[in-house]
């Protein structure tokens, strides 16, 4: 056994079970920790411990969830705890100072949330105290693992980034590509798709991520209405969580004024196959976050992509070569951007394949898992 790794995540750390599985087959003892559904953990076999945390800043509950955590730690004794989000990354190395057992506490930067992403009051007033946050978290840091050159920059630049700065692409878990190509051969067929949506004469543009301002939601339904002037039997579908989203949530009233050509399924687990239905995928973030794992399925998937142009997206996303980038906040080019991929299928064509070849020679899941294992193999020496 080379050692063992705890990760902690939040809601969506059951993502990353391909990546934990493929770590556990690199000869590391896995154990997983998060505020997200315990049972797909336990279906692949990961050991899964509960561990809760509230997003927003409330010092009280922030302070006892450290605590709860360093109790994790000195229950389980890693040698590894490896953190997600923003929340994770900032208590764990405070827990493992406190826990004293020796873990190594790696941070891993999955971009720099919407404390850093711009259009938020609030954002500017809270960030001074994340700055102070992240240092103080950096001297108890053994790692800190950033998806793209942009944020490591920003932390060196800043004094956040303590010892052991290394970027690895898609260092939130990277993209199976074999597991999904199994999962797009096994799913329904793209016409019994659309039928089960009802959308079998539409053109459909898909995106999937949290439903919420910072991902540029309430910019993608007004490019949305700007499409559907142009080109009426276009459907918008809308697949990720929206009522578990809190005051940054868009409102159902929001989606209601704009059907029936935006349809929003809230979370589903069969992503590969809605990809497999649709014909354009739009990620109109507006938010500073790593590599986002979307834009590596829709390549999978084939689909043409147009995207922001955030640090994360064009880190994979060359403009014109593999996808198409537009300014944020800009509806009218989020919707030119679309109809264009709807209208010129070949030199759509053309880039999804440079986009599917990118995807799984770069940000495969095997070259992020042996990445992964140097750096724990480098730590423990």
Not at 239 to 260: N, T
Request: with cysteine.
């Amino acid at each position: 056994m080379s050692g063992h790794v705890l990760y902690v995540g939040g809601e969506d750390h059951h993502s990353r079970i391909p990546f934990l599985l493929a770590i556990q087959r690199c000869g590391f003892q896995v154990t997983a920790a998060g505020s997200g559904p315990a049972e797909p953990f336990r279906k692949a076999g990961i050991e899964f411990r509960r561990f809760r945390f509230t997003r927003s800043m409330r010092p009280l509950a922030d302070l006892q969830s450290i605590h709860a955590l360093a109790g994790l730690l000195k229950d389980l004794r890693p040698d590894f705890a490896q953190g997600y989000d923003a929340k994770p990354c900032l208590m764990l190395p405070l827990a493992a100072r406190l826990a004293k057992t020796g873990t190594r506490a790696i941070r891993t930067m999955c971009g720099r949330g919407w404390v850093y992403s711009p259009g938020s009051l609030a954002a500017v007033v809270v960030r001074p105290a994340y700055h102070i946050l992240h240092r103080i978290a950096s001297w108890s840091t053994a790692a800190t693992v950033f998806e793209i050159d942009d944020d490591r920059a920003f932390f060196d630049r800043c004094g956040l980034t303590g010892k052991n700065g290394v970027v690895i692409p898609a260092g939130g878990g990277g993209i199976d590509d074999k597991g999904f190509e199994r999962a797009l051969a096994a799913s329904a067929s793209r016409e019994d798709v659309r039928r089960d949506l009802g959308l079998s004469k539409a053109e459909i543009v898909i995106t999937v991520g949290r439903m919420t301002r910072q991902k540029g939601i309430p910019t993608l339904l007004k490019a949305a209405a700007i499409v559907h002037a142009r080109r009426p039997a276009v459907r918008f579908l809308l697949i990720g969580p929206r009522e578990s989203e809190g005051p940054s949530g868009v409102s159902q009233a929001e989606l209601d004024s704009h059907a029936p050509y935006v349809v929003a399924t809230g979370p589903r687990s069969d992503i590969p196959t809605l990809l497999r239905a649709a014909d354009v995928f739009a990620f109109p973030t507006e938010y500073r976050e790593g590599i986002p794992r979307a834009l590596l399925e829709a390549a999978m998937a084939r689909l043409p992509i147009v995207a922001t142009s955030m640090p994360g997206c064009c880190a994979f996303i060359r403009d014109g070569w593999n996808g198409c980038l537009v300014p944020p906040h800009a509806p009218e080019a989020l919707a030119k951007g679309i109809i264009e991929a709807l209208e010129n299928r070949s030199a759509a064509l053309a880039m999804t394949s440079r986009a599917l070849e990118l995807a799984k020679r770069r940000f495969n899941l095997t070259a992020i898992v042996e990445m992964h294992a140097a750096l724990y193999r480098d730590l423990a020496e």
